[in-house]
């Protein structure tokens, strides 16, 4: 039996094969990168760190959240948002997305604590940035949830947009492209804001079912795009 070359066996086979490398390049890719930050001495930050923290989760996310910098918890543990505001990050993804944050991926625009948790100067943040970059570009995420006013101003800098502050920019959607990879940023409050003003609890939540819904329109258009693939192939074969 002859096997058109758009049979959906062979097309199946050739998503799974690019799949399976694209997974491990980018694993690959994120280690590469997730080393040098640990071995990074680019700015001043290095000097008081415990531990450098790149950032965790699913390489292949189609979520990233992006904080400002890590805090005490995560430069003793070497890993994004552990502490209080972490654990609020971690139950706004699972309750308003039903995403578990394996699936998603975590990281900041600076890799080091700054001293006690003051802003990030600007040099360190020009410094760090290339990582956050990479990371981006290795993972191509569908939506970034910019979490809090150093990360929008960064993020939606990239995209030319410029940020009087985050009160104006949260809760609303920025298409663009970053480094190649067309995106959407939804910006909003850093999950620690809300524990210094429980007012702004409900605000995060408001926000992150507007990133639910942004996410299931990007799914549905997704699957359009995917069944009309499927009739054209059908139609070939
Ligand atoms: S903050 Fe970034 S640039 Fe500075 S030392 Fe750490 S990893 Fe390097």
Not at 31 to 39: F, G, K, P, S, T
Not at 118 to 143: G, T, V, W
Request: a positive charge; hydrophobic letters at 40%.
């Amino acid at each position: 039996m002859r096997i058109a070359l758009s049979h959906p066996i062979l097309i199946i086979s050739r998503i799974i094969i690019r799949e399976m490398g694209t997974g491990m390049e980018k694993i690959k890719d994120l280690e590469r990168i997730a080393n040098q930050i640990l071995n990074c001495k680019k700015c001043e930050l290095w000097k008081n760190r415990k531990n450098a923290v790149p950032g965790e989760g699913n390489p292949d996310a189609e979520i990233m959240f992006i904080g400002e910098a890590p805090g005490y918890n995560e430069d003793v543990q070497g890993r994004p948002f552990v502490g209080a505001a972490g654990k609020l990050l971690t139950t706004l993804i699972r309750d308003k997305l039903g995403l578990d944050r394996k699936e998603v991926f975590i990281t900041n625009v600076v890799k080091c604590r700054p001293p006690n948790n003051r802003d990030p100067k600007p040099e360190e943040i020009n410094a760090c940035s290339q990582y956050l970059d990479e990371q981006i570009r290795i993972i191509r995420p569908k939506i970034i949830v910019a979490l809090g006013r150093h990360s929008t101003l960064y993020l939606l800098g990239k995209m030319g947009i410029k940020v009087g502050g985050i009160s104006h920019v949260r809760g609303k959607m920025f298409r663009g492209v970053i480094n190649d990879v067309n995106l959407i940023i939804i910006p909003t409050y850093h999950p620690a804001a809300a524990l210094y003003n429980p007012k702004l609890r409900s605000v995060l939540e408001q926000d992150f079912e507007f990133v639910r819904k942004v996410f299931e329109n990007i799914k549905k258009g997704a699957e359009i795009l995917e069944r009309k693939q499927i009739s054209l192939d059908a139609f070939f074969t």
